[in-house]
């Protein structure tokens, strides 16, 4: 059974962390660990997690809260591709949610993801995120989960 729980990244992991590969096919999809963590050192409204099962780092996440409204969002997740297929993404994604909206105090949670990313599409809505039919200035599809 998966123990998955998220930690900082800080000196005792981030090397860990940087080692972190996705496997080709989804490189175009998302941002290496090193750019969403200079990303998060622009930005101090980014929070970068390492994602464990156990004592075991198997990913990254980093999420955050903008603006007036508080829009909160899950920017990034990645599971290492050691571990992918073994239902640790859609789990560390369920806990993510959870996470964000108690540490925010909200209950809808944004992302958005590149259109081809058929991988990701099919995973967030099965986990419950809808397509508001609206894009980011970068283009992706920005969907919505709303906390029952």
Request: aromatic share 12%; proline share 2%.
């Amino acid at each position: 059974m998966a123990n998955i729980h998220f930690k900082s990244i800080d000196d005792t992991n981030k090397s860990l962390v940087r080692n972190i590969k996705i496997k080709r096919e989804q490189e175009p999809f998302i941002e290496t660990v090193d750019q969403c963590l200079q990303e998060a050192n622009t930005y101090s409204e980014w929070k970068p997690v390492a994602i464990y099962n156990d004592d075991i780092i198997i990913g990254f996440a980093m999420y955050g809260s903008f603006g007036d409204s508080c829009d909160t969002w899950i920017d990034r997740i990645m599971i290492d591709e050691k571990y992918q297929g073994k239902g640790y993404g859609k789990t560390a994604m369920k806990q993510l949610i959870d996470h964000v909206s108690k540490e925010y105090g909200v209950n809808v949670v944004y992302l958005s993801i590149i259109e081809e990313n058929r991988q990701a599409y099919h995973l967030y809505t099965k986990i419950g995120f809808t397509f508001i039919n609206e894009r980011d200035p970068n283009g992706e599809l920005i969907f919505k989960y709303t906390i029952a």
